[in-house]
């Protein structure tokens, strides 16, 4: 049994449209915001990472 792709390929591109007509660029200052935010949590994690890998190095 073989499915047509073309409707599945319609839904996406109508999709894909609308998500694009709703969507906007941040300003400068809204970007810079999240970029802050990312890069603190990127960084609890990497040291949380790193601290668990200490207590696991040690008890091993």
Aim: hydrophobic share 50%.
């Amino acid at each position: 049994m073989q499915l047509n792709p073309i409707p599945v390929l319609q839904q996406f591109y109508e999709n894909s449209k609308r998500l694009l007509s709703i969507s906007y660029k941040p300003s400068t200052s809204e970007f810079i915001r999240t970029l802050k935010i990312v890069l603190l949590g990127t960084l609890i994690l990497g040291i949380m990472g790193y601290i668990i890998s200490l207590i696991v190095g040690l008890i091993v």
